[in-house]
């Protein structure tokens, strides 16, 4: 089956039919009960031809066909859990903006992580984050942790997560609770924040919880929280991380 997309002036909108077809290869998860999440395994979408037609946002012109699977995949799975949760029709994908235009009153994240899409909304959190990332290799683990960690964070893992996470997984849930929460913010920053302008400064792996604080002057600057709580999943191949803020 192909997907029909319609150009309007400033949005993309998806058949209805499409978007039912995609709420079939929809899995539901249960992490929090102030959000709704769903994913979905992209090799389970093999046998549709998912595309633009001929319609593609500006920023996605140069894009790869699976760039394009992925936000083609992550936009329609949106698109049904308002229509299905919330009775929302409004298309969230703009022709411009790169991010999803979510609904007034409705607070919504995206993440994807090689064949995974994840997607969450809710009408009842201030800021809200997700991410998906499988699990790093040792090597990259190695080259990246002076990018992600201080070394307060690595002395947290020694003293406190050494015991329940090994070192690949701490940078790779460090680096999964961070993207979430700068997710969660941006509606408020709106720019880049560096992976070190974040702290880990308490984690619980019994709890699977995260405290986290960003640098003082960056919180002062947007007026964010003193702190953020962070929990995290941890699957076989990834790990699923989510920032909440009611």
């Known amino acids: 089956m192909k997907e029909r997309a319609i150009m309007t002036t400033n949005r993309l909108i998806f058949d209805p039919i499409f978007i039912d077809t995609i709420g079939h290869y929809a899995e539901e998860i249960l992490l929090d009960p102030s959000f709704i999440t769903y994913q979905i395994d992209l090799e389970s979408l093999n046998t549709l031809s998912l595309n633009f037609d001929e319609h593609h946002p500006t920023y996605l012109r140069q894009a790869c066909k699976k760039r394009i699977i992925e936000f083609c995949s992550a936009r329609l799975l949106a698109q049904m859990m308002l229509r299905r949760h919330f009775k929302v029709t409004t298309s969230i994908t ?60 690595i002395l947290l893992w020694e003293l406190q997560a050494g015991a329940k996470l090994n070192f690949v997984q701490f940078l790779t849930l460090s680096f999964s609770i961070k993207e979430s929460l700068y997710k ?17 400064t308490e984690i619980d792996c019994l709890k699977q919880k995260i405290t986290l604080k960003f640098d003082p002057v960056l919180q002062k600057k947007f007026y964010l929280k003193h702190e953020y709580q962070g929990f995290w999943r941890s699957e076989e191949d990834y790990v699923l991380t989510w920032i909440t803020d009611i």
């Open 184 to 200: 969660a913010v941006y509606e408020k920053v709106q720019q880049y924040i560096d992976f070190l302008e974040v702290h880990i």
């Open 94 to 153: 703009s022709l411009t903006e790169k991010l999803p235009q979510w609904p007034l009153g409705i607070k919504g994240s995206i993440s994807h992580s090689q064949n995974k899409v994840v997607v969450v909304v809710s009408t009842q959190v201030h800021d809200l984050g997700i991410d998906i990332e499988h699990w790093v290799d040792q090597d990259f683990a190695e080259q990246s942790v002076h990018l992600i960690l201080n070394q307060t964070e």
